[in-house]
Each structure stands twice: as structure tokens, then as C-alpha cells.
């Protein structure tokens, strides 16, 4: 390995693109901890130390795919969010517009257009989530405190100073979503997926002090030691699929005979990576955020709907909390899968081109094959991606962890999967020129 390691240092294609890679996370940091306009540091730095880096639970998510810079009140405060809620948007109206799914089937050509129709749904989000996050940072509710400096943070409320720092945060996502594609296309991997690892990872030694000095290092070794394990699962789960045989009929062309060959489908266990997750999350954010709106006035009491999210919808070491996330992510991950694999389609294109699964007759038997085994498969994963998720709330019940405590939920699998991709890539390069990679 360390051979190999070596050899992508002496390879200056591969070290050239690995260095670009890196300037450009560098540059995404650094401006994770610049300050918007009219934003007070020293409150921002205060609030931040009182609550122990923590924000409410409504901004944990968009925290943590930040990698902190949400709280910071930075130019890249919005970090990467809004590109990612756009991405799935546009992958679920495919269901919905007609259109959008002919642009899918077009290939390249079409494609381009739905990435143009992302990139600008993340600049209306980026103003939307930009306009928010400001003015609940002017009423007081970003930092669950009565510190007084905590409703100070922007020192200037007119007008042009709110647009300012509108427009400078937005801008701040469309520069995120212009280095993500700038790594794509001369770096190395998937540069969205690069930018949210980086994010992510960036609150792993924070999240682990903070448990070493509040829980003392004997918790701490112990966290570190179930870590692993847990890394070590995810690993085994995100690689395990189920294969599906497939042959090909020969057939003459010409006088070429083409086909004939033996393939396989490859089903994932997890065929909806993270997006579950995301799903459950936002939606259960939602009521939360209502109530939060709804608050009363000094010395008036609470509706009862109010009180009663504020109960059992705002804090996840409740048990009821608990189960419904664990039931809403079982629930989007069939419905994910449902939309993003269509055995219907499948069955037609292996139909088109001579294929067949031994024992199955092809058409319809075959989609009711495929649509047999996908069910069968997502249940292992929709219940894995269910108890991942849940291990930070209950490392909150239990250990007196932030919500995002780095051995579980998005944060886990975002960082095994694009390691585990990131790694693949580097190995196919070196396979290139050397032929051998970097996994034996």
C-alpha cells in the first residue's frame, strides 16, 4: 500500500489532479470561517462557545453538511444544501414532468440540461435558505441561549445590508457548486461528494473533544473503539449486492457474431445511499420549525400544539422522536428505490438487446422477477439505514453527544461512501499506468 502511495506521488498526472484537489477543499475551508457582512464575530464566536458549537435542532443537518460554517455565519454558511435539495428535486420531478424524463433518456445532451436546471434551483434555494437563516439570526432563535449577545449577531437591520448578506451568501453556494464541478473535471472524484466529505469530516475532532472532555477519555476510548466497528459494518453493507445472472443471445452480424456473453445486475443492499436520511430529517424539521414561528408572546402560554411538537418533535433522545425516524426512513427508502430503479425499463432495454436472466422469460416475467428481488433487498437495507441513523440519537441519550456525533446517521455513510469511491478512482488511475492499484 505504501508502494503504491508512493507511485501517486511519482506520477504527475495523478499528482497533479490530487493537488488541485486538495488546493481547492483548502480554499472551501477557508471560507467556511469568513464572516458574511454585518455579522458581529466576537457575538457569533461567544454564542458558539456557550452552546458548545451547538445550534437547535432544527439546523443540525444544514450544519453538519456545512461542516460548521452555518453557524459561523460565513459567506459559505449555506455550504452545500442547496445544491444537494435541488439534485434530488429535479430527480424526483422526473417522476412527475414528462419532459424531464425525456431529457434524462437523451444522454449526454439531456443530462447537461437538467444539471443547468439544478444550478439554478440552487440559486433560488440558496436565496430562500439564505433569507432564512438571516432572520432567524436577527430574532434570536439561531442559538438556544438568553445570552443577550446571541440576539446581536448582525449589526446592521436595514434594508440594504439584509440584501448584502443575501447576496453574498448566495453567491457563496454558487461558488461551492462551480468548485464542486472544477474537481470533477480536473481533479479527482466526484467533486460534490469531495466538498460534503471534507465538511463532514471537518466536525469529527471537534464532536470527539467534546466527548473526552465532558465524559472523561475512558468514554472517549470506548466511542472510538465502537467507531470503528461501526465504519467496519458500514463498509461491509455499502459493498454487499445482490447479482443478478444475465446472458446474452449471440447473434450475426454481418460476419461478426456479437453477444453471447455473461453478465449480472448488481442490487445494493443500500440502493439509496443517504438520501432516506435527508428525507426523514428535513420533513421531520418541518413541524419543528412551524412551532418555532409560533412562539408567544412574554407572559402568555403556549398553544397546545405547539407544546406538544415542542415536546416530542424538537428533541432527539425522545422515544417517540426515535421511531418515527426510524419509520420514515424505512418508508423513503422504498419509495427512493421505487423511483430511482424502474425493473420495467430494465427488463425492456435487456429485451432490446437479446438478454435474459436463466429461468426467466423475458418482458414482463422478467420486470416481476427483478421487481421481487428489489423489494426483498431493500427491506436489510432500509432497516440498516434506519439503525445507522438512529446511533446519534442515541449517543445523545446516552453519552451527552451534539446531534452530530460523527459515528452515525449522514455523516458515517457520506464518509465511507465517497471514501470507498475516492479510493476506487485512485486505483483505476494507478491500474492505468502501473497495473497495480492501490487495493490488492
Known amino acids: 500500500m505504501f508502494n503504491a502511495i508512493g507511485r501517486i506521488f511519482r506520477t504527475p498526472d495523478l499528482r497533479r489532479k490530487i493537488g488541485f484537489t486538495l488546493g481547492i477543499v483548502a480554499l ?13 464575530f466576537g457575538n457569533v464566536q461567544q454564542c458558539l462557545a456557550a452552546n458548545q458549537g451547538g445550534a437547535s435542532g432544527l439546523y443540525d443537518l444544514v450544519n453538519l453538511f456545512s461542516g460548521g460554517a452555518l453557524l459561523q455565519l460565513s459567506v459559505f454558511a449555506l455550504g452545500i444544501m442547496p445544491y444537494i435539495t435541488a439534485s434530488i428535486i429535479v430527480q ?74 443575501v447576496i453574498t451568501m448566495t453567491a457563496g453556494t454558487g461558488l461551492i457548486m462551480w468548485m464542486g464541478e472544477l474537481i470533477t473535471e480536473r481533479g479527482i472524484g466526484n467533486g460534490m461528494s469531495l466538498l460534503i466529505f471534507t465538511s463532514i469530516a471537518a466536525t469529527f475532532p471537534g464532536s470527539l473533544w467534546a466527548i473526552g472532555i465532558s465524559r472523561g477519555w475512558d468514554v472517549f476510548a470506548m466511542v472510538l473503539a465502537i467507531g470503528l466497528l461501526i465504519v467496519v459494518a458500514v463498509v461491509f453493507v455499502e ?17 461478426r457474431t456479437y453477444g453471447g456473453n455473461n453478465t449480472y445486475i448488481p442490487i445494493k443492499v443500500n440502493m439509496a445511499g443517504v438520501v432516506p436520511v435527508i428525507f426523514a430529517s428535513s420533513l421531520l424539521y418541518l413541524p419543528a420549525l412551524i412551532a418555532q414561528f409560533n412562539q408567544p408572546a412574554p407572559g402568555e402560554e403556549p398553544q397546545a400544539w405547539v407544546t406538544w411538537i415542542s415536546n416530542y418533535l424538537t428533541q432527539g433522545d425522545h422515544p417517540f422522536y426515535m421511531l418515527l425516524y426510524f419509520l420514515l426512513i424505512v418508508g423513503f427508502t422504498y419509495f427512493y428505490v421505487a423511483i430511482t430503479f424502474n425493473p420495467d ?95 490488492r
Request: with cysteine.
Open 92 to 165: 424526483l420531478l422526473r417522476v412527475v414532468i414528462p419532459h424531464f424524463e425525456t431529457l434524462y433518456k437523451e444522454g449526454q445532451a439531456g443530462q447537461a440540461r437538467l444539471t443547468q436546471y439544478t444550478r439554478y434551483l440552487t440559486i433560488a434555494l440558496g436565496v430562500l435558505q439564505s433569507t432564512t437563516l438571516i432572520t432567524v439570526a436577527r430574532s434570536g432563535a439561531l442559538f438556544p441561549s438568553t445570552d443577550p449577545a446571541c440576539s446581536a449577531l448582525i449589526t446592521n437591520d436595514a434594508w440594504y445590508a439584509i440584501l448584502l448578506m
Open 239 to 255: 459493498q454487499s449486492q445482490r447479482r443478478i445472472p444475465v446472458q446474452y443471445a449471440k447473434r450475426m452480424v454481418g460476419r
Open 345 to 439: 425499463e430494465v427488463a425492456e432495454n435487456m429485451k432490446k438487446y437479446g438478454g435474459f436472466i436463466p429461468g426467466i422469460r423475458a418482458g414482463r416475467p422478467t420486470a416481476e422477477y427483478l421487481d421481487y428481488v428489489l423489494t426483498r433487498v431493500t427491506l436489510p437495507g432500509s432497516l440498516y439505514l434506519g439503525v445507522v441513523a438512529l446511533i446519534p440519537l442515541i449517543a445523545l441519550a446516552l453519552v451527552g453527544a451534539n446531534a452530530n456525533f460523527p459515528f452515525g446517521g449522514a455523516s458515517i455513510l457520506i464518509i465511507v461512501g465517497v471514501g470507498l469511491e475516492t479510493v476506487k478512482q485512485i486505483d483505476a488511475q494507478l491500474q492505468q499506468r502501473h497495473y497495480e492499484g492501490l487495493l
Open 28 to 40: 472551501f475551508r477557508l471560507g467556511s470561517f469568513i464572516p458574511a457582512p454585518f455579522v458581529d
